[in-house]
């Protein structure tokens, strides 16, 4: 069923990072900058985590701002590393948190070989260097090191450090195996969330090859899709309503907020939904704006 028009029109970002993972920003701090931008309903879906979603969630409510506690897993699908976001998750949830537990072990011994390698490329101290941008040591990644690397004048922002260092075939690649597909949908659920396949058009993937992911996403339980992401280029937001349609999936919408100078968009700032999708958060805002707006001096229930 296509959303209504006032919930296409709501500006929801359901995607945005805190340094909670890899963002720059305290988790209070993304949640204000949120609310200046514009944004109505605000997610915060950290890599991995749920550490910074308290705080979040406090400060969401003291701007009367709807909020909905979300995450952002790693998956290793084929020979891809995939993103499924999980939205409305539940954070005291046991499976979810032990599964993201076990998804971020690992990250150590691998950024310490991320910096081996880019020494042997020239750039030395990058695992220390990187450590200094990492607020959560258990979730040191090649954001920090691209902060690094831009650091030490090798290259004059991140989105050249991911040009030419960190990813498949330059210095500074390390493959990682993530969480499975399957259990990662399955953790989403068990903790009342909805799974989201996050920006899909970021994948190196042919068309084939995305039917397949898309197909398997459907089949584990995923629900969702990102359709206008700040990961994302204009090309992609028809392409991915397109297949949203096709396959049934109600299509969400998130800047993939980092931080600031260095994010290709602010909170809030993207394209509404194309026409003719189900939002995913169609059935939400009601619920999210009530809560946000409760009188506090008024204990719930009364
Ligand atoms: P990791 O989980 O440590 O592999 O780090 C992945 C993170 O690196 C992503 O969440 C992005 O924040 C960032 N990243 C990866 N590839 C790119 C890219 N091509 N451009 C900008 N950021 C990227
Ligand atoms: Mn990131
Ligand atoms: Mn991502
Ligand atoms: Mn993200």
Redesign the pocket.
Known sequence: MPTSERSRRINADLHAHSNVS?GALAPAAVVRRAHACGVELFALTD?DELGGLAEAATAAQALDLPFVAGVEI?VSWARE?IHVVGLRVDPGCRELRDGLARTRIGRDDRAREIGAQLARAGIDGAYEGALRHVANPAMV???HF?RFIVEAGACRD??HV?QNYL?EGKPGFVPHRWAELGAAVDWIRAAGGVAVLAHPGRYSLDDGEMWALIGAFREAGGSGIEVVSGSHVAEHYPRFARLARKFGLAASRGSDF?APLESRFEPGSLPPLPDGLAAVWEDWFEAARALAQRPRDVPAGA
């Open positions: 890899d890599h790693s590393t990644g090649r954001m691209a991140v989105r991911f990813v980092h």
